[in-house]
Nanobody
């Protein structure tokens, strides 16, 4: 199975930046897509950004122009560069992977990393 470990969350002032990382471990698999989701207080989990195996990306409207998703295939690591952060971005951020192993499709979630935007 693929395991995902996030890092890079923390407390930042409005207008600041953070970069989240998600390291994937496992063997004999290929990614179909990887992405970042978030869940704010009292809210449902929502997609923030996603990158597919072909390289295409999707972003939530609320983060377009501020967040950038990227993937280092050599390191099996996913990143989320977050700029111009707002208090509304405060949430627990989860890494997600959709992958194929032995002909079957699976998904994996990380444990989450907290991002708090506050002055």
């Amino acid at each position: 199975q693929v395991q995902l470990v996030e890092s890079g969350g923390g407390l930042v002032q409005p207008g600041g930046s953070l970069r989240l990382s998600c390291a994937a471990s496992g063997s004999a698999f290929s990614f179909n897509a990887m992405g970042w989701y978030r869940q704010g207080p009292g809210a449902e989990r929502e997609l923030v950004a996603r990158v597919r195996s072909g390289g295409s990306t999707d972003y939530a409207d609320s983060v377009k122009g501020r967040f950038t998703i990227s993937k280092d295939n050599g390191k099996n690591t996913l990143y989320l560069q977050m700029n111009s952060l707002k208090p509304a971005d405060t949430a627990l951020y989860y890494c997600h992977a959709l992958y194929t192993k032995d002909g079957a499709i699976f998904q994996a979630w990380g444990q989450g990393t907290q991002v708090t935007v506050s002055s």
